[in-house]
């Protein structure tokens, strides 16, 4: 009776382990992915960005250590020395036999005056690391702009998929009733081969649109890293429910935005700060350069006895060979081989080119945001007219699919107008995303990210 319990308890957990296992399954068949789940996935899995991390990482490095030169510089340091026949001792002496002998101590610097070399370096780093952040932010926004054109792109070709297979439904209840209609003798059996033809028409539009949907989709799987693509599904909720309306963007205000948060330019002006402190580094090395220097070292000699013959023992040799010091020294270039006079007239290059490549990334992002608004208006203009003109291309389809039904056009004629219809369907489509993109790429120039 026992056995027969254990037994049962085996099957039911058995039972219950399969179906949750499962139900397990059957929850990650299809996982569905919105715009931001992809950013956000995309950005922590890419390998460009993540190399992008490394090297911000090591540029604040870089910053820190810098700040860390104006510390004093502080050493130990000894030396030991063994002389066998001939030797020379504590009193510089020759005399000898073997002896050895050993001297350390401690040395410090301390640089006073560079010429600001120095901070203004540390300033040049902390530029530096600011533009590298910027720069990653920069990759970032790029990314994201990737992968929403591939988002869009594929939520565009799952809608063209839905759109095909309405056409492809519609055909199949219009052979329905013509089939009908042939049975009771007021069409032609031929009408049957003509909508036939028509419904494969169809079937071969819903493949390349679903062809086109897989292979968008996996493009999208690939930009983002996912490796696993089973039951990958993005979802445009959040974009189906968007309405394009007019709105007030003006390329000057827009402009005005880019300029005080967009992440390429505030990385110019970094840049251009940078190689502003550099010049200034390279100016500082042509001053003097005053130092503070310390030391406290000691010896030992095998050659130092007392009056008994024994070696003096290390304690008393360290106090009577002990030699604080203390000292300021004084470095004034006159002539390095024309060094530091170079290296000025490259900094001021790079100054100079510093500035150009300001000016150039401000015009370029003017005519990116020119073109943006452009493209937004003309999108939202091309939206309404779709809405007004495939109100009555539904009104024209449904008198050609009543003329078909009573024998009085062929089915060419129908399947233009459907086609019609379709193209009417898959215009409104495009302005729509179009819309939603170039309203994306205005919001991101404009400072606002949304991911």
């Known amino acids: 009776m026992r056995t027969f319990h254990i037994h049962s308890f085996k099957f039911h957990f058995i039972t219950i382990l399969f179906l949750c296992t499962g139900l397990v399954a059957l929850a990650q068949e299809t996982k569905e992915w919105t715009l931001a789940e992809c950013v956000r996935y995309g950005i922590e899995k890419n390998l460009n960005l993540q190399i992008g991390q490394k090297s911000s990482e090591k540029e604040e490095l870089n910053y820190r250590q810098s700040q860390w030169q104006l510390a004093p510089s502080i050493n130990g340091w000894g030396n030991g020395n063994m002389d066998f026949r001939r030797s020379t001792n504590q009193n510089n002496q020759i005399s000898n036999g073997s002896s050895y002998s050993a001297n350390y101590g401690v040395s410090a610097s301390l640089t006073l005056f560079d010429g600001f070399s120095r901070l203004n370096q540390i300033s040049a780093m902390k530029f530096n690391a600011m533009a590298f952040e910027k720069k990653l932010e920069q990759q970032e926004n790029l990314f994201y702009i990737d992968i929403l054109n591939l988002f869009t792109k594929n939520i565009y070709y799952k809608q063209l998929v839905n759109l095909a297979n309405e056409q492809l439904q519609l055909t199949l209840k219009e052979k329905e009733r013509i089939e009908s209609k042939v049975e009771l003798g007021l069409l032609s059996s031929s009408s049957v081969d003509e909508i036939n033809a028509t419904i494969s028409g169809n079937r071969v539009m819903k493949e390349r649109q679903a062809n086109n949907f897989k292979l968008s989709l996996l493009s999208l799987a690939q930009l983002i890293e996912l490796t696993d693509t089973t039951g990958f599904l993005p979802v445009g909720a959040e974009l189906d429910l968007v309405v394009p309306l007019e709105k007030n963007y003006t390329t000057s205000g827009i402009y005005e935005q880019a300029c005080a948060n967009l992440p390429d330019l505030k990385m110019k002006e970094l840049q251009l700060n940078y190689y502003k402190k550099a010049l200034a580094v390279q ?142 369907k898959t215009t409104l489509l495009q302005a729509k995303y179009s819309w939603i993109i170039q309203e994306k790429l205005i919001k991101l120039f404009s400072g606002t990210r949304e991911f």
């Open 283 to 424: 100016q500082g090395h042509a001053l003097p350069t005053v130092s503070l220097n310390g030391g406290y070292n000691s010896g030992y000699f095998s050659t130092d006895t007392l009056l008994s013959g024994a070696t003096t023992p290390l304690p008393n040799q360290f106090n009577n060979y002990l030699n604080p010091s203390l000292g300021v020294s004084v470095s004034i270039p006159i002539f390095n081989k024309r060094n530091n006079e170079f290296q000025i007239k490259k900094s001021k290059i790079d100054l100079e080119n510093a500035v150009l490549e300001l000016e150039q990334q401000k015009k370029e992002i003017m005519n990116e945001i020119q073109n943006t608004i452009q493209q937004f208006n003309a999108s939202l203009l091309e939206y309404q007219n779709a809405v007004d003109n495939l109100k009555f291309v539904e009104k024209s389809f449904e008198i050609y699919r009543e003329k078909y039904s009573l024998g009085l056009i062929n089915s060419t004629d129908f399947m233009m107008a459907q086609n019609q219809l379709l193209e009417s």
